[in-house]
């Protein structure tokens, strides 16, 4: 922290980088912050408009305290609290930082560790957390069906994804069970970095545009079974039961870009 | 009968997989099974919907017939032996390719393989099993596969689909055996119920095995489903419904599919329908069917014989609620799940949410509609800390007339003098019995 942060005033604003790791060192370094009396925001990006008593504190995000939050999250509070933490964190939501800070003061107080705190539906924060919870995994969800790889000269597969929420490494686990022995990318094009499995291997994230750069020129790359599967999507249709609508509803116009059928 | 030998695969995917169109089933859900790092796939339990078509309904599983050559005659059927259409089949080479190429791109979830039957109801389901086996042994797929039981096939055969399949499943096809042996001549309950049956027991007994030894072969470990046709005879909705409960109380079922009737075939014992298939009847049937299975209704309880069919203007619990005030109102803040489960604008997560929030405080409207309580339905029909939401009457005519109203989004209050519709049949009493509805 800085030293000129030290100083006292009543509201302090911890800015910090939008990731898991970010978030949580801040909900760390914000704890101390309001046991001596001062309101805590832990926002993702600078104000605009700071308020003349309110003191802009930027933090580095530290993994060994954000794993030290984590851990006593998962451990003291239960595992539903926290995957609902940690899918506020990675929500596209402005507040999220302030939220997740906010749930954990009303859980933790003292000794004393609420397991059951996502219960309390009443209370405004829970209450948004639960929903950004519901969003969240309803993304990751909707993307284990909705990911569509393309395959690019017979070996590596290949796809193109544009998610609300940051929820790409959130995929990792689900497709590198599923799809184990062989060579896949999925590339956020929104956030610009990539997901890679290698063959047999463990998943790694990339951000650098020279990896970037070649993966979009490959997309371009035509696949023989796309055809067979526009003709599957076809033929099962049921004409005397034609419902755009609904198709709508249950697929919006947002999923269907990078997916091959609506192409 | 015009057999066609050399066609693309192309071809043949789009003649077998709009002859498969027809079977409703397009879950994946049920099983939950990690890959084992050796092959492709794994299964996660709530299922996993991939695409949907545009009709709506959700593409979840590569869905084709094995062949859609077909001794039968089922008179609703497209694919009847006596149409005269294209008849084409795939190898089981074929299928499975295409399976795991649609798979590794992540289009499909699985499987789901039925059948016309060629030949004998045993040679097709020996051919199924081929190519569902190479499936599982050379391609080491541990996604999801749905097969089709072929009624009259042998028990034998049966047990051996099921220890490869997820999920098996043979159609009902008709609610009424009479309706079956008018449509469906080469079918009988008896060869439609005896395989289910088989495979029911036969589920029961892998359990018992899967105690004692964790890693014993899994038999349908996603259970059996079947499917009915609605409004291709001329039952009614409680004979359905019943039929439904007998399925999953006696069969020990996971899913009973409703399929609208839709007229492919011009016959003489076939319904016409202008309006197009009863869309909206089969809505309501998998409302009840919900009810069925998750919010401990019974059929006998929904419909009687008296009012055989449900109400298409309101929904069946409502009508359910409407017509059994006595239960009504029920205090939120003290009723058990049960109970609150059978609120109108109350499902099972507004139900378990409501038990979890009432113990930090005792629960106003306010609190319930964060919770995602629906109150347009729910609130003729609860109290919170003793009180309505607005001055409520409980009566029949007043609250459906409320219901059925969407202009209306909260009620007036009710003062002391009241007025509503003459109206003619129910107040001259010119029908028999007293209309569900004051419209």
């Not at chain 1, 008593?53 to 060994?64: I, L």
């Not at chain 1, 305290?65 to 451990?75: H, N, Q, Y």
């Not at chain 1, 609420?114 to 209450?127: G, L």
């Not at chain 2, 609208?260 to 309006?275: K, S, Y």
Request: hydrophobic share 35%; aromatic share 8%; glycine share 6%.
């Amino acid at each position: 922290m800085n030293t000129e942060c030290e100083m006292t005033a009543r509201k302090a604003i911890l800015v910090c980088e939008d990731s898991l790791e970010g978030i949580f060192t801040s909900v760390y370094e914000g704890w101390t912050l309001e046991n001596h009396g001062e309101k805590v925001q832990i926002s993702v990006r600078e104000p605009d408009y700071p308020d003349f008593f309110t003191r802009v504190c930027p933090v580095t995000s530290d993994t060994q305290k954000a794993e030290k939050v984590l851990r006593t999250i998962r451990d003291k509070l239960g595992q539903r609290t926290y995957e609902a933490l940690c899918f506020t964190a990675v929500s596209c939501h402005p507040e999220k930082g302030t939220l997740v800070f906010r749930v954990l003061r009303q859980a933790i107080s003292g000794r004393r560790f609420d397991r059951r705190i996502m219960d309390n539906m009443a209370d405004p924060s829970v209450n948004l957390t639960a929903k950004l919870r519901i969003r969240v995994w309803h993304e990751i969800h909707r993307f284990y069906g909705f990911v569509r790889f393309r395959e690019i000269s017979g070996k590596v597969l290949l796809a193109k994804i544009r998610p609300e929420n940051d929820i790409l490494e959130m995929l990792a686990p689900h497709f590198s069970d599923r799809c184990p022995n062989e060579n896949w990318m999925i590339l956020d094009s929104g956030r610009q970095k990539v997901l890679l499995h290698p063959q047999g291997g463990v998943c790694s994230v990339y951000k650098d545009t020279g990896t970037l750069s070649q993966i979009n020129a490959s997309l371009c790359e035509k696949d023989l079974y796309e055809d067979l599967w526009k003709g599957f999507c076809r033929s099962i249709t049921i004409q005397e039961r034609k419902n755009p609508h609904l198709q709508q509803q249950l697929l919006p116009l947002k999923f269907r870009l990078n997916m091959h059928e609506f192409s | 009968m015009i057999v066609q030998e050399s066609m693309s695969l192309m071809q043949k995917l789009e003649i077998l997989s709009d002859a498969a169109k027809y079977d409703v089933a397009c879950t994946s859900s049920g099983t939950e099974r990690k890959g084992d790092g050796t092959g492709i796939g794994n299964s996660i339990q709530a299922g996993i919907c991939h695409s949907f078509a545009g009709d709506g309904r959700c593409i979840s599983l590569l869905k084709v017939l094995y062949t859609n050559e077909c001794v039968y005659d089922c008179k609703y059927c497209i694919n009847r032996a006596s149409n005269d259409v294209v008849r084409t089949s795939f190898t089981p080479e074929e299928i499975s390719r295409l399976t795991i190429e649609f798979y590794r791109r992540n289009y499909i979830e699985g499987l789901f393989l039925s059948s016309g039957v060629k030949g004998s109801p045993d040679a097709t389901m020996e051919e199924m099993i081929r190519a569902v086996e190479l499936l599982r042994t050379k391609y080491r797929f541990q996604g999801y596969i749905h097969m089709k039981a072929i009624p009259g096939a042998s028990p034998e055969l049966i047990e051996r689909a099921g220890f490869l399949a997820d999920r098996m499943s043979i159609n009902l096809e008709l609610p009424t055996a009479e309706g079956l042996r008018r449509l469906a001549p080469n079918k009988t309950r008896k060869t439609i119920l005896k395989p289910m049956k088989q495979i029911q027991v036969r589920h029961m007994e892998n359990k018992q095995e899967l105690v004692l030894y964790r890693h014993a072969p899994r038999f349908v470990p996603a259970g059996q489903s079947t499917q009915m046709i609605i409004g291709a005879t001329g039952e009614s909705d409680y004979q359905i419904v019943s039929a439904a409960e007998a399925m999953y109380q006696q069969y020990s079922l996971k899913r009973v599919f409703y399929s609208a009737f839709v007229a492919v075939n011009q016959d003489n014992t076939l319904p016409v329908l202008p309006q197009g298939p009863p869309l909206l009847r089969e809505h309501r049937l998998y409302q009840a069917d919900w009810l069925l299975r998750f919010y401990g209704f019974q059929a006998s309880e929904l419909l009687s014989d008296a009012h055989p069919n449900f109400n298409l203007l309101l929904d069946p619990k409502c009508d359910w609620a409407v017509s059994h005030l006595e239960n009504f109102p029920v205090e939120i803040n003290t009723a058990d799940y049960r109970t609150l489960l059978r609120v109108p604008g109350i499902g099972e997560k507004s139900a378990s949410r409501i038990l979890g929030a009432r113990r930090y405080h005792s629960l106003d409207f306010e609190d319930l509609k964060k919770i995602g309580v629906v109150l347009k339905r729910a609130l003729y029909f609860i109290t919170c800390r003793g009180k309505m939401m607005y001055p409520i009457r409980l009566e029949e005519d007043y609250i459906v007339r409320n219901l059925l109203d969407p202009s209306v989004r909260m009620p007036v209050p009710a003062s002391e003098v009241t007025y509503r519709q003459l109206s003619l049949f129910e107040d001259l009493a010119l029908a028999g019995q007293k209309g569900g509805m004051g419209v």
